[in-house]
């Protein structure tokens, strides 16, 4: 039968893919600076592999066939899904996505090379090759789609997503948060003056950091049979759902960039962790685009972390952990003033949860221009520091480090992703208001360091439902109502704009 020829053929996508995805994360995290060019090479074989299997012509008379044959209504959205996907694949040529890998995994190791440095003028051209790259697939995932080409290239992060959708959304964010900000920067020095920022009494050893995230990993819901915790350039949560690669960075002057980066990437993990083991080979049972992905991420990060309830538990851990001198004489008010501090930066994965949609929006307007050539790579540095003064009042004109070379996005290639970032963070805003209602007494619980309904909440709302759905139509199943940007916009102002809650 066809549906078993394609359960066999899924079976050896899922091997390549856990392959590239092993390697991947070793090449961020362990692998040695000389083992570079190997490692490329070796990957883009590799990717050059799994392309042309997944993208096999005879694969599509295995689907056309498979259709005609007597399924269950799990295969069928199976079938459904992988269907997508293949007509989504099959725009790309073997060689192509074997040049793509190649070029972009140089580009990003470029990137970590000369990024401390800001050293623009070496690293340019090999952006540019990547830039390059990114138009010439534009355009064929728009030949194949019949969609404009930036809207293609956001199909395969975020299936729906269009800038006719998009566009005015942002729009409205830009707006609200303009008028936002002042007022949270004004109600927050206001509470400074009343209540100084406590210094928080560093070093604090890389070590003791880590121990730390590892016993917030484990209490927030982490299973570390399933996955572990390290360190690399930049933040993220890789491998495969049975064995998750998750990875933070330290400073030793302040331990709440590590840990709010494990507890981000944890929210990445538990998603992964949480879909469905039965047929987890097949392509309805993984995750459901970047937008839910990042949804997890910022609810652990935004709207659990970062609330009164968690740290009025979490404070006892993390003196267990850094010291009980850490802590002394504070109060879950003084924690909450540095973990929901604003301030304009230039740094968009240290930013608070009010600015960082500026940054996101920044970065997909540049995107969006790049991908059309209204944008030549040689100008990213000048029209950068040209919206960030406008959308933050800040320059990066000679501080091209924490500017466009401070993420790799877009010199790993990955043209269509950033918008999925404040999507996922209004996602979450919208999910914790639903679950609230269905949880009443979920904050108490938050307070006892007691998360067990709390994820089993996501697990039957989110994580077991895979890709079964479009990203429209579970946001409709988990919250009662499609996508609404006022639930983000009211979770800012409660948390920023009401009076301080005490302790």
Not at 56 to 82: K, R, S, T, Y
Request: net charge negative.
């Amino acid at each position: 039968m066809s549906y078993e020829k394609l359960d066999t053929h899924n079976l050896k996508l899922a091997g390549l893919d856990h392959a590239l995805a092993i390697l991947g994360a070793d090449e961020a995290t362990s692998m040695p600076v000389g083992g570079g060019d190997q490692r490329a090479q070796a990957m883009a074989t590799l990717s050059g592999m799994r392309h042309e299997l997944a993208s096999a012509p005879h694969v599509a008379d295995w689907i056309d066939a498979a259709q005609n044959e007597d399924l269950d209504e799990d295969q069928e959205l199976g079938l459904l899904e992988f269907k997508r996907q293949y007509l989504h694949l099959t725009c790309l040529s073997p060689d192509f996505v074997e040049r793509r890998t190649h070029i972009s995994m140089r580009c990003e190791q470029l990137w970590r090379e000369l990024r401390p440095e800001g050293d623009w003028k070496g690293f340019a051209p090999a952006l540019g090759e990547v830039v390059a790259l990114a138009r010439e697939e534009a355009q064929l995932r728009s030949e194949a789609s019949g969609l404009a080409p930036y809207d293609a290239m956001m199909e395969q992060y975020d299936p729906g997503n269009r800038t006719a959708d998009i566009n005015p959304v942002f729009s409205k964010l830009k707006t609200s948060l303009a008028e936002l900000l002042p007022q949270v920067l004004a109600a927050q020095e206001k509470r400074l003056a009343d209540r100084p920022l406590k210094p928080l009494n560093g070093p604090y050893p890389i070590k003791v950091q880590r121990e730390l995230g590892l016993a917030l990993m484990k209490a927030v819901g982490f299973d570390f049979t399933h996955g572990r915790l390290d360190e690399s350039h930049h933040p993220f949560c890789g491998g495969v759902p049975t064995d998750v690669r998750m990875t933070t960075r330290y400073t030793t002057k302040d331990f709440l960039p590590g840990l709010m980066g494990v507890l981000h990437e944890t929210g990445h993990a538990q998603y992964e962790q949480g879909l469905p083991r039965k047929n987890a080979h097949w392509p309805h049972n993984s995750a459901r685009g970047m937008g839910m992905h990042e949804s997890q991420s910022l609810f652990v990060e935004m709207q659990l972390a970062r609330s009164p309830q968690f740290w009025r538990w979490a404070m006892e851990l993390v003196s267990k952990h850094l010291g009980k001198e850490v802590f002394d004489g504070w109060d879950v008010e003084d924690i909450l003033a540095h973990v929901n501090l604003v301030k304009r930066g230039l740094i968009r994965v240290d930013a608070d949860e009010v600015t960082y949609p500026m940054h996101v929006i920044l970065r997909y307007e540049m995107e969006q221009d790049l991908i059309s050539e209204k944008l030549k790579v040689g100008d990213i540095p000048e029209v950068w520091n040209e919206k960030m003064n406008q959308y933050l009042s800040l320059s990066t004109k000679d501080n091209l480090a924490d500017g466009p070379m401070q993420d790799v996005h877009w010199p790993a290639g990955l043209f269509g992703y950033f918008p999925s970032y404040t999507l996922g963070a209004m996602m979450a805003a919208q999910q914790w208001a639903a679950m609230k209602k269905d949880l009443p007494k979920i904050e108490s619980e938050i307070e006892k360091g007691d998360f067990s309904a709390l994820n089993q909440w996501r697990k039957d709302k989110i994580w077991e439902k895979g890709a079964r759905a479009s990203t429209p139509e579970l946001m409709l199943s988990i919250t009662g109502e499609a996508l609404n940007p006022e639930y983000f916009i009211a979770h800012l102002r409660t948390r920023y704009l009401t009076p301080a809650i005490s302790d």
